[in-house]
């Protein structure tokens, strides 16, 4: 079963913009991951964010957690073509057996 | 160039036939894993391996068999494959159980039965 959720499914935007993503799950967690996945290629690990941290920035990325609603957020500021991908959420569960629980990942469509 | 690779890229296998998929990482990573990517399903655990020596089961693992074979290298097998096991097949390692760092993954083989 899924443990996240990505929302929306698919979400296209004007180059320049800000895009918003958002990850909610259903059980407690350790951590909250966020990975960027470009067509036809494997994913690669673009932020971390641990269950007693609310807010981390790296570069142009945003991430906040909010462990009371189960819910994250990715935030791409000033987006570019190249940030056209697909990018999913995946959860560190709480006392879960070893392994990453990926979400089914947001569509990200940047127009030039 | 560091990282996860995974042989073959492509694959076309005939129903009843075996392959073996293979990963290797060049990293010193403890934990490596296989997981499967369907469209709309998202990525799908099937086995992870902790540690040199040991394998445990993921959500998806039937079908499947794996081995663990140094702390290199984890391996994937089809035994008798099925038009159900056409997927990308994604290996990835990570430093530890999560790894402060995240997974890094191979870019996949993508597998078609039929």
């Known amino acids: 079963s899924q443990q996240g959720e990505e929302d929306p499914q698919a979400l296209s935007i004007q180059e320049g913009e800000n895009a918003t993503m958002n990850c909610s799950y259903k059980t407690s967690i350790n951590n909250l991951q966020w990975y960027r996945q470009n067509s036809g290629r494997g994913l690669v690990h673009l932020i971390l964010i641990r269950s007693n941290e609310r807010e981390k920035h790296s570069g142009r990325l945003r991430v906040t957690l909010d462990t009371s609603k189960k819910s994250s957020s990715l935030l791409i500021t000033a987006s570019r073509a190249a940030d056209t991908a697909s990018y999913f959420c995946?959860?560190?569960?709480?006392?879960?057996?070893?392994?990453?629980?990926f979400g089914k990942g947001t569509h990200l469509i940047i127009q030039p | 160039n560091a990282g996860v690779t995974q042989t073959p890229k492509f694959q076309v296998l005939k129903t009843g036939q075996s392959m073996t998929l293979q990963c290797a990482q060049d990293m010193n990573h403890n934990s490596m894993y296989w997981y499967r990517q369907d469209p709309g399903m998202g990525l799908r655990l099937i086995y992870y391996?902790?540690?040199?020596?040991?394998?445990d089961k993921g959500e998806v693992p039937n079908g499947y068999n794996v081995s663990r074979l140094n702390k290199r290298e984890f391996s994937l097998r089809l035994e008798s494959a099925a038009p159900s096991q056409t997927s990308v097949y994604f290996c990835?390692?990570?430093?530890?159980?999560?790894?402060?760092?995240?997974?890094?993954f191979g870019s996949g083989t993508r597998l078609t039965v039929v």
């Open positions: 391996s902790a540690s040199e020596g040991t394998t």
């Open positions: 995946a959860t560190d569960v709480k006392g879960g057996a070893d392994g990453l629980t």
């Open positions: 990835a390692s990570s430093e530890g159980r999560t790894g402060i760092y995240g997974y890094t």
